[in-house]
């Protein structure tokens, strides 16, 4: 059993080291505990900032929709929103960028709102506007990766109230905050991911990394088989982009899905140096006229709480630079399936 202590403190750190704006606020959207990089992002002092409405600080008109979700969300009818917002800085100066929030719960069932801010146009450069325009895309991008990421470390977050008896929560945490740090260097140094020692990536690997981590994502009436395949398959993908890329799949497979189904992934040495991933799921399936179209960048027929429409653009550019084909194939009311192939190389038994 891992002590309740150990986990506070992964906790802990996630909150004071990821330089994104996160905080903590009270049933009446009240401030009770904020981190230097939200102060840093809005201008204000964290003792300026204690106590205040959240409401405060948000754009007039953006009021309403944050207030009804952080109303739904305290009232227990959602489990996290993720929307893009403006806020009012100190200084006057509006800012926009993505917030995403989820519920913690004490022993004693009061209620705490957690929320994670990351800009949308962050001053990372300082050579014109040309940098920050070319910066522009990945921004958004990792807004996207960020809010996937994220949703895996609130939802191990809820286990501080819990007693649990491995240690696969703590490893979870630990994975999903390295593939953080990953995309956050990598919009720093304006390039893809990176692995951290460039070595190849088993597919295997990767899904039960991807099991480890799928675990507070899903709802009690939807099922998750993965399937690995009988050797290990290596891939150039790094584990990063590969695990990035079975996330947004899983995602949207999730988001499809009402209330009850099934997800199925599995991994197939296809032909000779060409490995497949096959996630199918049974949920709503995708409009013939939307088909085409969900690969564009921020196409989405979610709503502004559940998506920005990224998540199958950033999937089908990392499968072609990797040298591979994405394909999706959907009937509307029966379910999706896509696939992925992917240069591999398959290992001895």
């Known amino acids: 059993m891992i002590p309740d202590q ?3 403190s992964a906790f802990k750190h996630v909150f004071s080291a990821l330089p994104y704006g996160m905080c903590i ?8 505990e904020v981190n230097s990089a939200w102060c840093n992002f809005i201008g204000y002092s964290k003792e300026e900032v204690m106590n205040m409405s959240f409401l405060e600080f948000t754009h007039p008109d953006d009021q309403a929709l944050d207030a009804e979700l952080s109303t739904q969300l305290f009232d227990g009818q959602i489990p996290y929103f993720r929307i893009n917002k403006r806020w009012i800085c100190k200084s006057g100066d509006v800012v926009e960028g993505s917030l995403t929030a989820t519920c913690l719960h004490s022993p004693d069932q009061e209620r705490w709102g957690f929320a ?13 506007g040309r940098d920050r325009e070319m910066l522009g895309p990945q921004a958004r991008g990792l ?12 939802g191990r977050s809820e286990l501080l109230e819990h007693e649990f008896g491995d240690q696969h929560d703590i490893a979870a945490i630990k994975t999903a905050t390295q593939l953080a740090g990953n995309h956050t260097k990598a919009l720093l140094l304006n390039s893809v991911p990176a692995s951290d020692d460039g070595a190849m ?24 088989q993965i399937t690995p395949h009988a050797s290990e398959i290596e891939t150039t993908l790094t584990k990063p982009k590969l695990i990035q890329i079975l996330m947004n799949c899983v995602t949207n497979a999730l988001d499809a899905i009402e209330t009850h189904g099934s997800i199925s992934i599995d991994a197939t040495y296809a032909r000779c140096g060409v490995a497949q991933i096959r996630i199918h799921d049974d949920g709503s399936g995708i409009d013939a ?15 502004p709480a559940r998506g920005t429409g990224l998540g199958l653009s950033i999937v089908q550019s990392a499968v072609i630079e990797a040298g591979g084909v994405f394909n999706i194939q959907s009937t509307k009311g029966v379910g999706t399936t896509v696939l992925i192939e992917i240069p591999g190389k398959r290992l001895s038994k």
């Not at 606020?25 to 009770?32: A, K, L």
């Open 116 to 128: 994670v801010i990351v800009p949308e146009s962050q001053q990372l450069t300082t050579h014109g």
């Open 25 to 32: 606020v009270d049933s009446e959207f009240r401030y009770v």
């Open 289 to 303: 006229a939307d088909l085409p179209s969900v690969t564009q960048p921020f196409f989405t027929t979610k709503t």
């Open 6 to 8: 150990l986990l506070a």
């Open 201 to 224: 990536t088993g597919i295997n690997e990767a899904l039960i990394s991807l099991q480890l981590v799928l675990g507070p994502l899903l709802p009690a009436g939807i099922d998750v």
């Open 143 to 154: 807004v996207h990766e960020i809010n996937n990421l994220l949703l895996i470390v609130s």
